[in-house]
């Protein structure tokens, strides 16, 4: 967690709830495998805006459902 917060990612939630296996979710948003991993797992450092859009665009989801500022404790 950094000085300032932290961003969580809630895809892993969310692509529960869709029931889409991650290799098809994977066709639909025109991800790596690798590149889901990293936000399946909050271990992406830089967010890409055209894969959030991919994201939100294949779970028909708002960016607020997939993003979460938690500030410092």
Excluded: W
């Excluded at 895809?11 to 990293?38: I, M, V, Y």
């Excluded at 399946?40 to 055209?50: M, Q, V």
């Amino acid at each position: 967690m950094s000085d300032r917060g932290t961003i969580v990612i809630h895809l892993d939630e969310l692509l529960k709830k869709t029931g889409l296996s991650k290799n098809k979710f994977c066709q639909r948003a025109e991800l790596q495998r690798s590149q889901l991993n990293g936000y399946l797992n909050n271990t992406i450092t830089r967010l890409d805006t055209d894969v959030l859009v991919r994201i939100c665009d294949t779970l028909n989801c708002s960016i607020s459902d997939l993003l979460e500022y938690q500030p410092k404790s």
